[in-house]
């Protein structure tokens, strides 16, 4: 099955910061998605990006299909974005089909 | 608009008990998917519910089953707990290529 490799795996960052998470996987994906679990838990859809680039206020990805890797950009950064930062891809046609996570990567934002 | 609604929240059983967890899609979406999330791991896929049936199934023994409504909503079943299947349970909804949305998850404890 697909692998996902994320890095780094911890970050730890003064706030005001800049970021780059990268997420790097083992075959071709018809989805990939980016969450960020919060400390209580809940995780939450931050990008649908399967391809290309795309920009949410602070944040942004790009993600580059043929060389199978996606990166999440985290500018400004406040101590709200602390958590985990999950990367999911999946080859199936159907969505939701056998969704592979990543490790993961561990954001602390310092005051 | 309610997103995916899972309940209850936390649950605390003994080994060899069973255990069922419940879920509501978010309006509109038809499909259901369960992932088990360790501490400290991503989550990992169980299986996927569309139109009543179990779709794809993911590296889990059969002791877990599930079921889905026809108002799409799903449970999750779990027989003969084991210590190993303490864990934050994740439910997701999707519909047709659109991304899937989290619910907030069961927390489920086993003594």
């Known amino acids: 099955g697909i692998q996902v490799e994320q890095s780094p795996p911890d970050l730890i960052l003064q706030e005001g910061a800049n970021s780059t998470l990268r997420c790097n996987f083992s075959?071709?994906?018809?989805?990939l998605q980016w969450f960020h679990q919060n400390p209580w838990g809940q995780l939450i859809n931050l990008f649908y990006i399967p391809s290309g680039t795309k920009q949410n206020g602070r944040l942004s990805a790009t993600t580059v299909a043929t060389e199978r890797y996606s990166l999440l950009y985290i500018s400004s950064s406040q101590t709200t974005d602390s958590g985990v930062y999950f990367c999911a891809v999946e080859k199936g046609v159907n969505y939701g089909q056998n969704f592979v996570f990543g490790p993961g990567t561990r954001l602390s934002v310092l005051p | 608009d309610a997103g995916v609604t899972q309940s209850p929240t936390h649950l605390i059983k003994t080994r060899g008990q069973q255990v069922t967890l419940r879920c509501s899609p978010k309006?509109?979406?038809?499909?259901v998917s369960w992932y088990q999330q360790a501490l400290g791991q991503g989550p990992q896929f169980i299986f996927q519910?569309?139109?009543?049936?179990?779709?794809q199934r993911g590296n889990f023994p059969d002791r877990f089953s599930g079921h889905q409504f026809p108002n799409y909503s799903s449970e999750l079943n779990v027989n003969a707990l084991l210590l190993g299947d303490s864990a934050l349970y994740l439910c997701?909804?999707?519909?047709?290529?659109?991304?899937?949305?989290f619910g907030d998850g069961t927390r489920l404890s086993i003594l």
């Open positions: 997701a909804s999707s519909y047709r290529r659109q991304p899937q949305h």
């Open positions: 309006s509109g979406h038809d499909t």
């Open positions: 519910y569309y139109e009543e049936e179990e779709r």
């Open positions: 075959d071709s994906v018809n989805n």
